[in-house]
C-alpha cells in the first residue's frame, strides 16, 4: 500500500519563500504522475501544480504561475515543491497525490492516494 508523507509547511512572512516535499513509501515513485492539492478554509481542493513520470511540470492555479516550481527525485521516491513569493491567498493546507493512469489531472476524485497535507500560512 502505498503512503504520502508531506512535510516543510509552516508560517512565511509575504514574499517568502517555502520547499515542500512529499515522500513516497510502499511502491516507487517512477510509477505516478505526483500532484500538490491546496485547500484554503471555505474553499474547493485545487491543483497547485503536477509533475508526470517523464518530469514535466503542470501547473494548475493561474496564481502560481511564475512563482511554484515542481520537481521530483525518483531515487528518493521525493516530489518538491518550491513556492517563492508566497501571497497571502496561498494560505491553505497543501496537499501530496499520486496516480498511475491517464485522465483529468484536476479531479482530486482521481487520485490513488493522499497524504494528510501540511499547513502554510502567509502572514503580513
Known amino acids: 500500500q502505498v503512503e504520502l508523507v508531506e512535510s516543510g509547511g509552516g508560517l512565511v512572512q509575504v514574499g517568502g519563500s517555502l520547499r515542500l516535499s512529499c515522500v513516497v513509501s510502499?511502491?516507487?515513485?517512477?510509477?505516478?504522475?505526483m500532484a500538490w492539492f491546496r485547500q484554503a478554509p471555505g474553499k474547493d481542493r485545487e491543483l497547485a501544480a503536477a509533475?508526470?513520470?517523464?518530469?514535466?511540470?503542470?501547473y494548475g492555479a493561474e496564481a502560481v504561475k511564475g512563482r511554484f516550481i515542481v520537481s521530483r527525485d525518483d531515487v528518493a521516491n521525493t516530489a518538491y515543491l518550491q513556492m517563492n513569493n508566497l501571497q497571502f491567498e496561498d494560505t491553505a493546507v497543501y496537499y501530496c497525490?499520486?496516480?498511475?493512469?491517464?485522465?483529468?489531472?484536476?479531479?482530486?476524485?482521481?487520485?490513488?492516494?493522499w497524504g494528510h497535507g501540511t499547513q502554510v500560512t502567509v502572514s503580513s
Open positions: 510502499g511502491r516507487t515513485s517512477a510509477t505516478y504522475l
Open positions: 497525490a499520486v496516480r498511475s493512469v491517464e485522465g483529468d489531472i484536476y479531479n482530486p476524485h482521481e487520485y490513488e492516494a
Open positions: 509533475i508526470g513520470q517523464m518530469g514535466a511540470g503542470i
